[in-house]
Every structure is written in structure tokens, then in C-alpha cells.
Antibody, heavy 115, light 112 residues
């Protein structure tokens, strides 16, 4: 059974950095890109970017270029998504997702940015 | 960037009724194989769930009351008879320029 298990909720102050993990099991980690998706309060799903776990190459959506870093650790079958210089607008649930048609999703991680 | 526009934003229906959600792409998604368009169901506090891929293929375990159709720029998700558990937000997503993805803004199907 494919499983993506994300790290727990985070509360951060503006200007801080948050790093969320997504540990996979049930499939070969390098077989699929790992995508990240944001859902801000009251908003829809927004694709952020992806990492190719096989070689570490990344692609970012234009809105997330610059402050977002997506990485993968093949030794632990874990993907990471880091957001730096946090702002209140980064308050959101973040999902990792994978599979040929994004058929597998993590449970989501709530990040709250508040002073 | 390919923009997906869904309509309507909100659909108010009763259980047993038919739901039709539209998704229009800013450019044609036509390829030599099936159209690279997927539909997801999203409920509060849950992960999005893949319903349809390739515009019309149901994902594993998805009931046959869910169907997808369309090609080119216009796509439709139909739920033939709404069950109580179908009230949720539905998103289309394109993977024409895979591996990049974009989502539509979502359509909320709510109980009338």
C-alpha cells in the first residue's frame, strides 16, 4: 500500500523558516516525481512545484520561485518542502502528492504564520 | 501557463440530483492519446482524492456515478445521482505540460 506521511502542524513567526517532511512507503521512491500543493484558508489548490527524487532536479511554479525549496532524500525515502522568510500569507495546508496522475497524497500539514 | 476555469463556483443541489461541473482550458489539451485532464474531490480535513484521469477514466475504486468527458478545451465532470458523501469541492487539473500542473479554482457542490 502506497503511503505518504507528512510531519505535524507548525506555528511560526513572520520571517522564520519552516521545513515539512513527507515520508513515503509502498513504492520505489525514485519512480515518481514528488509534487507539493498549497491550500490557503478559503482558497483552492495551488501547485507549488516538484522534485525528481532520482536526481534532485526541481521545477517551481512562478508564484513559489525564490522562497520555496523542495528536496528529496533517497536514503530515507523522504521529500521535504521548505519555505523561508515566512509571511502571514503562507498560512496554509501543504500537501505532498505523487504518482503518474497525482493519485497518492499525504494527509496535509498545517503551517500557521503568526506573530 | 495553462489556466483552467471552472463553472459554476458553487452548485446547490439535493441528494439524488445530477451534478455537472465544467472546466475550460485556456489552450487546447489535445494530444495523440487521452486528454491530460484529471478531476479531484476534496473534503475539509482530508487529502484530495483522484476521481478521473485522462479526462474520462475513473480511478481505482471510484463509483460509476462519477464520469468525465470532453476534449480540447472543454471538459465536464458529471455525478449522476448525488449521494450525501459527494458534497465536497471538485477541482480539475491539467498535466498537458507535465510535469508541471495547474488546478482550476474549484467548484463547491453543496446541499440545497
Amino acid at each position: 500500500e502506497v503511503q505518504l506521511v507528512q510531519s505535524g502542524a507548525e506555528v511560526k513567526k513572520p520571517g522564520a523558516t519552516v521545513k515539512i517532511s513527507c515520508k513515503v512507503s509502498g513504492y520505489t521512491f525514485i519512480d515518481y516525481f514528488m509534487h507539493w500543493v498549497q491550500q490557503a484558508p478559503g482558497k483552492g489548490l495551488e501547485w507549488m512545484g516538484l522534485v525528481d527524487p532520482e536526481n534532485g532536479e526541481t521545477i517551481y511554479a512562478e508564484n513559489f520561485q525564490g522562497r520555496v525549496t523542495i528536496t528529496a532524500d533517497t536514503s530515507t525515502d523522504t521529500a521535504y518542502m521548505e519555505v523561508s522568510s515566512l509571511r502571514s500569507e503562507d498560512t496554509a495546508v501543504y500537501y505532498c502528492a505523487t504518482g503518474g496522475v497525482l493519485d497518492y497524497w499525504g494527509q496535509g500539514t498545517l503551517v500557521t504564520v503568526s506573530s | 501557463e495553462i489556466v483552467l476555469t471552472q463553472s459554476p463556483d458553487t452548485l446547490s443541489l439535493s441528494p439524488g440530483e445530477r451534478a455537472t461541473v465544467s472546466c475550460r482550458a485556456s489552450q487546447s489539451l489535445k494530444t495523440s492519446y487521452s486528454s491530460p485532464l484529471a478531476w479531484y474531490q476534496h473534503k475539509p480535513g482530508r487529502a484530495p482524492r483522484l476521481l478521473i484521469y485522462g479526462a474520462s477514466t475513473r480511478a481505482t475504486g471510484i463509483p460509476d456515478r462519477f464520469s468525465g468527458s470532453g476534449s480540447g478545451t472543454d471538459f465536464t465532470l458529471t455525478i449522476t445521482r448525488l449521494e450525501p458523501e459527494d458534497f465536497a469541492v471538485y477541482y480539475c487539473q491539467q498535466y498537458f505540460n507535465s510535469p508541471r500542473r495547474t488546478f482550476g479554482q474549484g467548484t463547491k457542490v453543496e446541499i440545497k
